[in-house]
């Protein structure tokens, strides 16, 4: 049982520090565009909203297909 209750614990460790890593990733990112947007370099911003529309459709995309082959 010991042997469990550490392997576990190993898990929920990374998967805090995977998360921690992310979230840090996001408000960096989400700095990056206030930086560019106050010093008016509005490509780079329409840029990072052109990807994150990208990714949203290629999400739904993914959604739609895996409903029609009827893997959902």
Request: glycine share 12%; with cysteine; aromatic share 10%.
């Amino acid at each position: 049982m010991d042997d469990l209750v550490a392997s576990g614990i190993a898990v929920l460790l990374s998967l805090l520090a995977v998360a921690a890593i992310l979230i840090a990733g996001i408000v960096y990112v989400i700095l990056l565009e206030l930086h560019a947007f106050a010093n008016g370099d509005y490509l780079f911003v329409l840029g990072s909203i052109g990807v994150l529309f990208l990714l949203c459709v290629g999400y739904a995309g993914t959604g739609l297909w895996l409903r029609r082959t009827g893997r959902i």
